[in-house]
């Protein structure tokens, strides 16, 4: 009971302690935190700036029926055995219009074609 009636009381410190400091007339110390309504930092990448054919390489999610059911749905045909590659990009030989390309899924779904 000494315990937890000792907790509660450092508890209550600390928090009156970091109380709310928004109205200081001194700046707060300590990491600068943007809100949501207004951020610090741009976007590195977002949809204007980032070409939307670029594949992220990483551990892909997508099993090989799915990559596969991807490229076929691009309009690929006769769609060669799918091997993942070191950076985690399935690939694979397909037809499309008669002509034969190497096109690959990232573990976003973005394909492309070399």
């Not at 009636?5 to 970091?18: M, N, R, T, Y």
């Not at 551990?59 to 799915?66: D, G, K, P």
């Not at 499309?96 to 779904?109: C, L, M, P």
Request: glycine share 8%.
């Amino acid at each position: 009971m000494l315990k937890t009636g000792f907790l509660i009381v450092a508890a209550a410190g600390l928090l009156a302690a970091c109380g709310n400091n928004r109205d200081a007339d001194t700046p707060v110390e300590g990491p600068a935190i943007s809100t949501a309504e207004a951020p610090m930092n741009a976007p590195i990448h977002n949809e204007d700036s980032a070409p939307a054919q670029i594949q992220t390489p990483g551990a892909n999610s997508f099993t090989e029926a799915q990559a596969r059911s991807a490229i076929e749905r691009e309009g690929y045909t006769d769609i060669g055995s799918l091997s993942q590659d070191a950076q985690g990009l399935w690939q694979a030989t397909a037809k499309r219009n008669g002509e034969n390309a190497t096109v690959s899924v990232d573990y976003k779904g973005v394909i492309t074609v070399r």
